[in-house]
């Protein structure tokens, strides 16, 4: 089965930095991805790590550890636009995508 | 930019009806994807579907649904005899067959209500 965590809420300054993270345990690994999602809306795709290591794009940076099952989303330069919900995802080895609960993110001016 | 289209934007239902939810995929995409998200929870996968049929599906895709590609750009959703807890977003999303290019695009959803 998989099992996916991330924090449910965190709240943060507009131009402030804010880490999101999530833990997973999957059997297959194909990647993982974090989604945007803002309330009502579909979530649309922010990063994809399939190595260990740092992806940077933009204000939105994600790491991966495959040999701890984590990784995190940060949000830098927050604004007040980024108040969403923020989705971790695995793939599978069939491309299918198993998503956490998501981490609802508040800016505050 | 290419997207995936989803129709109706809402669809509200009796209970115990059929319904069908239609998806145009991204066109060069082979990988289509039906996702479910009741209010306030979590996105659930519900089925996969590669080169004309299911490659994957999770428990709660059982008999009352089926999936279907009628032609060569949609991507249907049945519900058969629809239930109260059927109400949901409904997400329909594409994806590349590219292990270089997997990330799933998704659809603006079908809001589905039954009454």
């Known amino acids: 089965g998989q099992n996916i965590d991330q924090p449910t809420e965190m709240t943060a300054t507009e131009g402030a930095i804010v880490q999101i993270n999530c833990t997973y345990q999957?059997?297959?690994?194909?990647?993982l991805f974090w989604y945007q999602q803002h309330a009502g809306e579909a979530p649309t795709f922010l990063s994809y790590n399939v190595l260990d290591g740092l992806e940077e794009k933009g204000r939105f940076s994600s790491f991966l550890s495959r040999s701890k099952g984590y990784s995190y989303l940060l949000l830098k330069e927050l604004q007040m636009k980024d108040s969403a919900s923020y989705l971790c995802?695995?793939?599978?080895?069939?491309?299918?995508?198993?998503f956490g609960a998501g981490t609802t993110v508040t800016v505050r001016a | 930019e290419p997207e995936v289209t989803q129709t109706p934007s809402h669809q509200v239902t009796q209970m115990g009806q059929e319904v069908i939810l239609r998806c145009v995929p991204i066109s060069n995409h082979l990988y289509f994807y039906w996702y479910r998200q009741i209010l306030g929870q979590k996105v659930e996968f519900l089925v996969s579907f590669y080169n004309n049929e299911i490659s994957e599906k999770s428990e709660i895709f059982d008999d009352q649904f089926s999936v279907e590609r009628p032609d060569g750009s949609n991507f249907t959703l049945k519900i058969r005899s629809t239930k109260l807890e059927d109400s949901a977003m409904y997400f329909c999303?594409?994806?590349?067959?590219?292990?270089?290019?997997?990330?799933?695009?998704f659809g603006q959803g079908t809001r589905l209500t039954v009454v």
């Open positions: 999303a594409s994806s590349e067959a590219d292990r270089d290019k997997t990330e799933a695009f």
């Open positions: 999957t059997s297959g690994f194909n990647g």
């Open positions: 995802a695995v793939s599978s080895n069939d491309y299918k995508l198993s």
